[in-house]
């Protein structure tokens, strides 16, 4: 289902009869045509046992099915919005950032602690986002939010990229995380203990950044 970018804070969905997307509770702005909107109480496309595992990961942000003939227009607190298409990979977000998503994306929660073994876990401490993440796969759309902007950087193989862990937002492909202590400049001036990591990401892939060390 594509999303046409209305601006940088907006998006807009095309549904067809038959078809069906999920998004953030509240993330409806306007929408012109038949459509309709139900609390979702399944936890999305991944059923009854991915519901169970986003309650116990406290990935449990409220989702509402939307169906129908028409156009609908999503935004959320003013946060920017990037769009990012999947052809049948994984993408890895917090579900506090889900604005809206493809229904056909299989949706589920991974601990983070598989992902870069203990440092993994810190990672999820550093960052305030907990020890599990949603993920999303398949074909199809997904909006998510962040704080002024975000940028794409590719992952490959031999060349890891270094995020600040409060500027991640996401990312997909066949990618391995782990959290380095990053002694520098920022230490000196006495910026916040959390910039004392930094999340390196190896494989092949991407990674989106937000412009801002805020969470949403």
């Not at 046992?49 to 003939?69: H, K």
């Not at 993920?135 to 902007?149: I, N, S, Y």
């Amino acid at each position: 289902m594509p999303f046409r970018e209305v601006n940088s804070k907006m998006v807009e969905a095309t549904l067809v009869p038959g078809q069906k997307m999920f998004s953030q509770r509240g993330a409806m702005l306007a929408y012109r045509g038949e459509v309709s909107f139900t609390p979702n109480m399944q936890g999305g496309q991944g059923g009854l046992a991915s519901m169970i595992g986003r309650r116990v990961a406290n990935e449990a942000t409220p989702l509402m099915t939307v169906e129908g003939n028409g156009t609908v227009m999503f935004g959320h607190g003013g946060h920017h919005i990037q769009v990012i298409q999947l052809t049948g990979d994984t993408l890895y977000v917090e579900a506090d950032r889900l604005l809206a998503f493809d229904g056909t994306l299989q949706q589920g929660t991974m601990f983070m602690g598989s992902q870069g073994g203990v440092m993994g876990m810190v990672r999820g401490q550093v960052t305030g986002q907990g020890l599990f993440t949603t993920t999303l796969k398949g074909h199809g759309a997904v909006a998510v939010m962040a704080h002024g902007g975000v940028i794409e950087l590719p992952i490959t193989p031999g060349r890891a990229v270094h995020v600040d862990p409060q500027a991640y937002v996401a990312h997909h492909g066949d990618v391995r995380n782990k959290l380095s202590t990053a002694l520098g400049w920022r230490d000196m001036v006495g910026r916040g203990s959390g910039e004392a990591f930094q999340l390196e990401l190896s494989g092949s892939g991407a990674v989106y950044v937000q412009a801002s060390e805020e969470k949403l």
